[in-house]
Every structure is written in C-alpha cells, then in structure tokens.
C-alpha cells in the first residue's frame, strides 16, 4: 500500500509539455497529448472507469519471455486522472504493479478485470488508497511466450458475463472446481461470469493472435486478428459466432478433435499485413452522429486507425474501410482505441520498446516513449442517442434474469425492431431457460436472417432439446442456408446430441443437403453409433456434395480403411472405377498411406495400365509427406516418369517430390535436363531430387538465375524462386541473386526475398536492399514485411531501402486520401456523358477487360449494371486498389501447357476436356485439358495498380461518375 502510493507521488506530476507529432486527421478534427511521460512510458491497453478515470497496462519497456515475465513481474497497471477534466491526465499512480504482461481490463461492480498472463485477475482497491489491495486470479490455465498473443481483455458484453481472447499458445483451463473445460492449442475467445465461475469457450481457432473484441447492441462479437490468413498474410476483422471453429489450412493440428461445422466460418474483412491491435465499436456519436455503430481499429504496424463502417450482410456483416488518422510518426505503435465518456476517442502509442512479437521493429527502442492521444471534434455535434439505445431494455430483462423477465425475451422475439429481436434472441441464448424454447423454436423462421441466427444460439445453449425443436432444427437444414445460420444450426444440434435421430435423417431424408449436414454433425457426435457401411454407399450418391462429404467423414476413421478397400480393390480389377469415384478416393485414403490396406489400394491404382487411375495414385502419394514408401510404387512411377502424358507428367513429378526416394533420382535428373520439356516441368523435376538442407549445385543454380532473367512463363519464374527460397545457398549464389532482384515479378519476388532471412552479412544484405529498391515490384510489399526480412541484419540495410518505402507510402497515402474525397466530387463534378467518352475510347484500358454494353471484352466483370450493385466508393477503391477485392470467378490463373506456352489469363468455363479461358487481351481460347501442365491461382488482380495515373483526375470523376448511370 505504501510502496503504491509513494510511487503514485512519484508518477503523480502533471506530463512535461509534449509536441503532438504529425498527423492526418478529416478535417474538423484535432489531436491533443492526453498522457505523456512521465505519467505513461508504454502504455498497452487501456479500460476507462465508471468515474472517467483510465486504468492503463503500462509496459517497463523490456522484452522478455515467459520466464523471465514470471520472474520479473516487470510490468503494472497504472490508474489516470483528469480533476479539471480538460481531458488531459493530471496523475498517474500504481494501481497493481508486479504483472506479467497487462493487456487490456474493465471496471465492473468496484474492481478492475485484467488480462495478464496466465490469466484473467480482478483488482479491487478495498480502501479508496488508489492501489488494489486485493487481487484473484478467477481463471487461468492460457500459456503465453512474451510476444503479445496471449491473453487480452476482458471486454464485459450487454448480458454481464465477462469475454476474452487468447492466442495460439495452448491452455489447458479449469472451472473453480477443478474441472476441465478444454485443453488443446487453439486461440479463440472465451467467457465467464463475473465471479470466474462458467467458463467456456465461445469460439476456438487456428490464426495466431486474436486480439480484441466489441459487441453490438444485438449481442454480436466481432473482433480483430492477426494472422488469421498466411501466404500471403491476412489480418482480419472476424465475426465471432458461438461453437465456430475458424481453421486455417497451415495449422489445423490446433483444432484438431473440436467440433466443426463449417469449413469456412464467415470473415468480415481481410486488412491484409497490417498487425490489426485494438478495436471499439463507436456508440455516442459525439464525434459525428453518422459514425455511430462504425468500428475503429488501430494498425500496429502502419500507425493507422482505420473507421470501418458495418453493413448487414445476410446473418452477418461486411464493412467499408476509411481512413480516420494516420500518425507520422514512424517509430509509434499503436495498440488500442477506445471511446472516453464524453464520445472523444482515445488512441494508445505504446512506443518503440516492443521487439520480440513485432513484425516491423528491427530492434527494440525503450527509449522511445509512447503516449495517448485524445482525437476530439472542433465543432460539438447536437447530441443523439447512443448506438443500440432501444436495446438496452432487452439486456436489463437478461441480466436480472427472472422469470418474469424470460416471459418477456419471448414476447420481444416477435418484436416490430429487428434489432430488439435479435438481441432479445440473443438474451435468451444468456438465460438458456427451456421454457423459451417454444418461442425461439418460432424464431428460426423469422423473417431477419440475424434473428434466426440468434434463435439458433440459444437452442444450442439449452442443456436439452425435445422432439418438436430437434424437428425444427432440421427442418431448418434443408435446401440453401445463409452460412452463418446454418453453422449455429448445426451447433445446436451437435450440443443436443441426439445422434440417432441424425442418423434416422441420414439413412431416410429425401434432401441432399440435410442429410450432407446430418452426417457431418452425427460424424463429430461421440457415442453416435456410426459405422463404415452407412458411409461407404453414399460414395455413390447423385448429389456430388453430399458424396464428398461422405469421403471426408471416412476419411478420419482409420479404423474404416479395410472396408473401403475391400470394396473398391474389387472395382480396380473390373474397370470400374469413374473419375468422380477416384476423387473420392484420393480424399479419402490421404491420411492413411502408412495402412497396408490402403497401401495395396495404391499398389493396385499405380500399377493399373489406364491412365486415371495412375494420375488417381500420384496424387495420393503426393500428399504422403514423411510416409515410407512401398517398393510397389517405385517402378511403376519411374516408367511415368519417362513415359507420361505430358498433362500426367506433374502430378508424377509431384509424387517422386513427396517419397524422395533414390532410386527415382535418375529418372528425375533426366527430365531436369531434357530441354525439350516445357521449363516449369524441369524444375519440378529438379525440385523433386534436391535434398532440403543440402547446398545447390552451380549448374542447377545458374539454370534457376536463367530462368528469372530470361524466361517470360510466370509458372516457371515461380518455381525457379521457390526453389532457390527453400535451397541452402552459397554466399556467392545469394549476391547472383540479388543481381536479378530488380527483373522479378511482384509474385515471383515474394517467393525470391524469402532468402534474405539467411544472408550472411551486411554485404548480402545491402546488395538485395539496393536491387529491391529499384525493382517496379517493391509497390506489392508491407513495409513491415521488408522490415522482418532485414531484421537479423544490420539496420544499414534497411535503411537502403527505407527512401524507397518512403516514396511508395506516400503514393499509397496520396490514394487512399483519393478514396476519401474524391466520392462527394464525383457527385458535384462528375460528368457521365464525358465518362462514356473516357470508357469507349480506352482510355485507362477499362475496354481490354471490362464490357458495357457492346463496347469492350469481358476478361473481367461485365460492368453494364455495376452501378446497381456498387456506389461510387466501391468502384473507386477498384480503380486505386485493384486487388483489395477481386470479384468471385474472376481470379486471375498462371497456365501452363504442354508445349511450353504459359498464359496468365480467367478461367470462363470449366468443361470436362477442356478450360474456356481468356486472356488478358481479352481474347478467348479453349484448352484442352490434356495439353494443360499446371494451373495456379494468382492472389493479385489481372488488373494492374496505378491505373489511376493513366487519366487525369478529372476524368477519373467523369469515369465513376459514368459507371455509377450503368444499371
């Protein structure tokens, strides 16, 4: 108490006069210092209390890790008080030092919720001193590692109960009694109540690090993440619905045995590589009355806050990005935005300490201070009511939770505001009290999406289901379902378990979808008595959706693989086996190549004289990664190697690539050194007998050099880079190819740059940071990914490339200040009669891929009704950032053919012998597929950034203005 206090005094002077640094701001909007050294050094998060003052996690500016956090206990929470309410902090105190890693908290009932490793502690000060006097740890069991992604918050939701995210660190969490809630690696986020007692998980994840969440007045959680995507990088806005399991293909062994309904759970917005920090959703609309609901989120890496404004999207939502403020400050980074009493935002800089989870800091700078920023309005709006106002009736009823108060939940469920409904269903879901059954069992119907989403959480949180809601359950399964919707139907279902009535649906249902959708809920339903022979017919249903389901649920049942086989070797030796059959089979046995049943399934696949059931076996043996390979294969897939079609050549070269076996060597340098073959097939050959780890002969270095310098195909360009990305170089291989940086591809340079993680020193670093500086590429890279990339060599090396980063910011700076202004004058200057002209005569090239009318190609999206469906904003951010969204069935893909052609075109039709493409002329051509070697989707638009600068501005409006009369 006294130690607290003294550092109080200590802290407890106003902040030194501080310089606001440079910002960007709307105008009409100002920036002022709210704290600044030495009330805050490094503040993290932050939480304000119920009279106005700022609880702050406040970091020593060390980086350490879990072991030297525990033994340190370096780092505190600090309380923040403005007496004159000028909305600058006067004093600062101690409020609990000795904590791990303090990230986020909330005041409730007296006491401040604080996430810090390994868990979730309630803070009380008993005796009005300023210092918590009290702590409790009311749950733990969430591991962390010092770099941030571990656990944050709390945040409190409408209907009492506490929520928190944790990263992918692993936890094993227990309730007060010692029982197990889940042990396992996923992050997600979880809940409790105020007292720590009920926790669950309310959804579970492979992305690394989530990192804060709000609500809406409905009782929706949407939140941010880092990493949620990889290859490339992704930072999203996620909405979190209860039971989703979000997967990502790179990391699925950390959800594996959770319950999955889905295969995609709904994201909202991908950021791309941003490192995504803190979030709030924006209720008084003190700042503008417009931007009530928007959600503003903070940019670790780019020092942004970016205000995103929600639109529903079916039982979900999507979201329009606008910039809101930008710091010039370089060495800032930003961790939390949050709303002050009085609808000013506040903005938290933690500073230039932070190294170890930074993915742009080159080194760790505690001497640079952090600081929070208030970002006020110069003119004060006329008060409105807060955001979700006619809600908060709804989440009084739940908190109190009388009987009484279930009685009206219900009655609210057919409430004329959808709003008031959504949450009411929402509420209940809270209460799970089985006499609201009989209403919310009515609600799957309702005519809003949301409500019915609603309905179905709160089903699924009863702790039994009778006959008529499990009917209605299912029932609600057939046919086309909103995505959302249908996972927190099949939740419900999953936590019911009734798995013999699942199975009654699945052997009797007339419907494909509901039975697809029963047997996956029946697969993942413990003591659900399926077997092998209710699986295996389905294999052969009319519906492809349902038989491909099928396959995957036998797919996880290693116990099943003798029946599979025994009923399908048969089919091998009769001819009996169709292309579709064969696809299910590749999926089905994948995971089981080391059986001997299945193994004998493969020896027969290869060994059979028709061609489809040979590409049938390659394929499986090239997902057999670290399995032992069975003699039985080798000589069949040798003679494939020589002998193949030129469409079968890849997968074969695919396959010798995954067994790595020696004996396949020769036949695999053979193919490497044929210069008849198309180029793309000789690398793979030549990827397929290198070892990883060892060094790259010259011979086959100087041919992947060659290829970058001289070779048009981009498949190829992108094997060449891959295969020097994952080779172990010599030094002098690294400066050759730091010589042909400047010749690459946005595409192949993403893959090339890979290898300057291991450069020796400052010589090979600098030579690729001059050769990336002058590469026209360098515009498709993050900043922070250059960053990492030079991060263990000298900062010299960064700093060659820095002016060139600088440049190309700005120029992305100057583009999205565009995306902000330039709608209001498209209504006030655009002229669509001038657009036209701009269109037909092709200037900006809009006419090679775009079609109006009869006037130009149709490469990409047919624009003649573009603007029913899209405003101004939208077209315009196509035009600045073409590859921010690229529109479904328009993804551009690298082809190679057999005769060593490559094209880069969009696929139009996928017939069964052949591809309908066109290319980026516009022009179309059939291909067929047995002339096709290799097809890759491109993550980047066919087209091309800084068309922008191919008119003038005025004529950017005229063109908007045009596309915007097309309907």
Known sequence: CGLGLLLGEALGSSPVAAVVPPVDLPEGFSCEIAAAPPLVRHPIMAAVGERGQLFVGDAAGTNLNKAGLEQQLPNRVLLLTDPDGDGVYDRASVFADRMTFPQGGVWLDGSLYVASPPG??????????????????????????????????????????LYWCHGRKGHEVKQRDGTLVHAGMASGIWSCKADGSDVRWHALSCADNPTEIDFTPEGEILGTVNLYYVGPRGDTIVHWLRGGVYAREDQLSAIAGLPRTLEVMPVVHNFGHVAVSGCTFYRSGALNPAWRGNLFVVHFNTQRVTRMELHPDGATYRVTEREFLKLRRPDAHLTDVLEDRDGSLLVVDTGGWFRIGCPSSLMAKPDIAGGIYRIRQTGRPDPVASWGESTAKVWKLARDGDAAGVKQLARLLSDKDRGVAHAAANALASLARPESVPALVGALSHSDLGVQLAAAHALGEMSSLGARAIRALLERLEGDMDPAVEHQVMFALLHAKQPRRLLDVL????????????????SQCPDAPLAAADVLPLFAAPDPALASTAAKVMSQHRDWMPALTARFLSRVEQDDLSPAVLSLLETTVKPWLAEGSVRELVSSLAGSAEAARQRAAWRMLASSDGIAADPRWVPPLEYALAHAAPGDLPVALEAAASLRVPELDGALKRVAEDKERPVTLRLKAMSAFLRPG??????????????LRDQPSLPARLEAARILATATLQREQMLQLAAVIHLLGPLELRQALKVVRSAPDAQVGNAFA??????????????????????????????????????????????????????????????????????????????????????????????????????????????????????????????????????????????????????????????????????????????????????????????????????
């Open 120 to 161: 979730i502690w309630k803070l009380t000060d008993t005796d009005g001193d300023g210092v918590a006097d009290q702590r409790e740890m009311i749950v733990g069991g969430f591991e962390f590692t010092g770099n941030g992604a571990d656990v944050h918050g709390p945040f409190l939701h409408p209907n009492g109960r």
């Open 507 to 522: 052997r009797t249902a007339r419907h494909p979808a509901l039975r697809r959708r029963a047997l996956v809920i029946a």
């Open 694 to 707: 060892s060094p790259l002969p010259p011979g086959s270095c100087q041919m992947l050099l060659d290829v």
């Open 770 to 967: 001059i050769a990336l500086s002058k590469t026209p590429a360098l515009n498709t890279l993050q900043e922070s990914e250059i960053r990492t990339l030079f991060g263990n060599l000298p900062a010299e090396c960064y700093a060659t490339v820095a002016p060139a980063l600088r440049e190309l910011a700005a120029e992305d700076d100057s583009r999205r200040r565009k995306l902000e202004t330039l709608p209001a004058r498209i209504v006030a200057q655009g002229r669509a009669s001038e657009g036209r002209k701009v269109f037909e005569e092709g200037k900006g090239a809009c006419t090679t891929c775009h079609r109006i009318g009869s006037v130009g190609n149709l490469v990409g999206p047919n624009l003649s009704t573009i603007g029913r469906i899209r405003t101004a904003r939208d077209i315009l951010e196509s035009i600045l950032f073409p590859s921010a969204t690229i529109a479904r069935d328009y993804e551009a893909q690298a082809i190679e053919l057999a005769d060593g052609e490559s094209l880069v075109a969009v696929i139009r039709r996928s017939l069964p012998e052949a591809l309908v493409v066109a290319d980026a002329s516009g022009q179309e051509r059939t291909l067929p597929r047995a002339r096709v070697v290799s097809i890759q989707t491109l993550p980047t638009s066919l087209m091309p950034l800084g068309l922008d600068r191919a008119v003038t501005e005025a004529e950017l409006l005229d063109l908007v203005a045009y596309l915007q009369t097309c309907k």
